[in-house]
């Protein structure tokens, strides 16, 4: 109705298909294998208690007070710490900003650094929001290929050559080294040594979104790009929303401070600061050791859930599919045979009672049709193996017609 008082900015904006299909779910009988959210299984609730209380008991006068805009300066001095943990060295409190989720990290980077037709490689598929996010700004993607051990290097330095010689320079690179989301794959140390060789070769950034680092249930976590990075061209972002509780809306970027100051301006603009309580509540969770201490029963839940869900695909998706097998994070991702369109085929799901997010949203080309993520980590046991039961009928009826 008011379209015509709309910025030309926000007509650009498309809202998150996965948001979309939760509502269409909300209420009904329906398994949704759509969403993305943690298991609440996982809040460490009582530790969260007892921590907020002691904080509004010690520090009420600044967790309630307005604070500095790139964070409280002892919590940096924590993140610090907590970002030696995933291998990060060489950096002090000046190169931590404070975020309100990862997602701002992403909203105000994309900000900061894009222009219009700015050559911008992204992994196919990627992350929908930060797609989103960066499609406000009308950056030129180039997709790279995941292939079951992340992105295709050969592909990407190839079009990163491609694009060089036709004029245009590759300005920067968003990537999901770990338990990506929505694909699952975690890429090899040797992998991300040789992307950044790429990027100092090339001269382009590196974006790097370690959302799910301390996520790795089987095996090591390799470090993140940003452990090998001696010239500040890595930007590394991570989230609380997976560790400790996403209603804390936190998250925290490491970066060169010319980047932290520009984060600085940005942000003061946006929201002045993240709030104050958030940050303190984490402070403490650090300091006590809650994190650290609840990340092997977080590893846990998430490993069994995805067994779960890998045997119920193994025993009931029909020949011709395939799909990935993540060491860590909260999603699978599988290609059923080519003649499926899974966003012809969600009304047909829902209808079975189960959902899922068709896959063509995760690529910035809309390709991808015959994909599809499915989440493990927020359904109960027995709703994984039933949702894909139902999953794995819609689609056999699909191939059937
Ligand atoms: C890869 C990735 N990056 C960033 C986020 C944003 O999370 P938050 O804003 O809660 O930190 C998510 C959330 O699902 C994610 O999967």
Redesign the pocket.
């Known amino acids: 109705m008011f379209e015509r008082f709309l910025s030309s900015e926000t007509k650009y904006l498309r809202t998150s298909e996965i948001r979309d299909l939760l509502k269409l779910t909300e209420g009904k009988n329906v398994i949704s294998l759509a969403g ?1 959210l943690p298991d609440p299984q996982t809040f460490p609730v009582e530790e969260i208690k007892k921590i907020t209380e002691d904080v509004l008991t010690n520090y009420s006068d600044k967790a309630l007070q307005y604070t500095a805009t790139p964070g409280i300066s002892e919590f940096r001095k924590e993140l610090v710490n907590l970002s030696k943990s995933r291998g990060i060295s060489g950096i002090d409190e000046k190169n931590i900003f404070v ?8 909203y105000m980077l994309f900000n900061i650094l894009l222009d219009t037709g700015d050559n911008v490689l992204v992994e196919a598929p990627t ?1 929908l ?2 797609l989103n996010a960066m499609r406000s700004r009308r950056p030129n993607f180039i997709s790279v290929t995941v292939t079951e051990k992340g992105p295709d290097l050969n592909e990407l330095e190839r079009k990163v050559k491609e694009s060089n010689a036709n004029g245009k320079k590759v300005k920067l690179m968003y990537v ?1 080294p770990t338990a ?2 929505p694909a699952g794959t975690t890429m090899s140390t040797e992998d991300r040594k040789r992307l950044l060789e790429i990027a100092v070769k090339y001269d382009f950034l590196i974006f790097e ?1 370690d ?2 680092g301390f996520l790795v249930f089987e095996g090591e976590s390799p470090p993140p790009i940003k452990a090998f990075d001696k010239e500040g061209r890595v930007i590394y ?6 560790i400790l509780a ?1 209603g804390l ?3 925290w970027v490491v970066a060169h401070e010319d980047f932290i100051k520009e984060m600085e301006l940005y942000k003061q603009n946006v929201d002045l600061h993240t709030p104050s309580l958030s940050q303190y509540i984490a402070m403490e969770a650090i300091r006590r050791g809650v994190i650290q201490n609840n990340l092997p029963k977080i590893r846990r839940i998430y490993k069994e859930k995805r067994d779960i869900m890998l045997e119920a695909i193994e025993t009931y998706f029909p020949k011709g599919s395939r799909w990935t097998r993540p060491v860590g ?2 999603f699978i991702f599988a290609w059923l045979p080519e003649k499926i369109d899974t966003s012809k085929m969600l009304e047909k799901a829902l209808q079975r009672g189960v959902a899922y997010v068709p896959g063509a949203s995760f690529y910035a080309d809309y390709s991808g049709r015959n994909t599809m993520r499915l989440n493990f980590s927020f359904p109960k046991k027995e709703e994984l193996t039933e949702g894909i039961r139902r999953l794995a009928e819609t689609i056999k009826q699909e191939l059937s017609t």
């Open positions: 993305g975020t309100v989720g990862s997602q701002e990290a992403l992350y929001a930060a999901i990506q989301n979104d959302a799910y972002t991570s989230t609380f929303s997976k996403p809306r936190l998250g994070g909260m």
